[in-house]
């Protein structure tokens, strides 16, 4: 299978992956796996990311990627930003890993950022390809990456902030079934800043495709609270 390349110049993908365990925003990384007598200590943490396939579209090499390196599929996708600096892959800290991976390390390597929402629920990341593990990390302890994937990660985050409301993602993260308490922890990690209790649940109960359920929480230790569904806009998908 042969990369693509414009002009002497790779094309990649790499994918920020999302996700919510009911009390932290959580970063999907993978570690990277070691070539023959690579030393350890020098793997680092990294997004799921790989070239751009010859026949490939972005699209289908973003789900690919995660696919091959994580065993996620069918899951939320959407580009968000390319990332061009030309000393991108260039580092001392990638170079030597690189080099067992790659025909020509040195390479310009321009990238298309992914941002992923997933249900953590309903998937259980496996590492596989040249991932050795692939690990939910709280988006407030990642490490330092691979590359520019720290960067590309905060872009990320960014980018999430900005469509939290237009676009109603973040209920891409939540169960099928939720609570308003649910809904405002996440909102207030994703904002990074406390909302007034009172004025979400008045704005929340405006929005016609939050859905009351005649259920309550099952099986916690507090008074059980009132669960909701979103019924996602035709427009909206």
Known sequence: MNKYAVNGVDISVDCVVFGFDGESLKLLLIEQSPAENFPKEKLQFALPGDLVQEEEGLDDSAARVLKELTSLEGIYLKQFHTFGDPNRVKGLKDQDWLRTFRANPDQRVITVGYYSLVRMEDYQPEA??????ASWIDVNDVPSLAFDHNDIVDEGIKTLREELDSKYIGFELLP??????????????????????????????????????????????HKPAQLFRFERDEELK
């Open 128 to 133: 596989s390809s040249f991932a050795r593990n």
């Open 176 to 221: 099928d079934k939720f609570t308003l308490g649910q809904l405002q922890l996440l909102y207030e990690i994703i904002l990074d800043k406390k909302l007034d209790k009172r004025n979400f649940r008045k704005n929340i109960k405006k929005m016609d495709q939050v859905i009351p359920l005649d259920e309550k929480q099952q099986g916690v230790l």
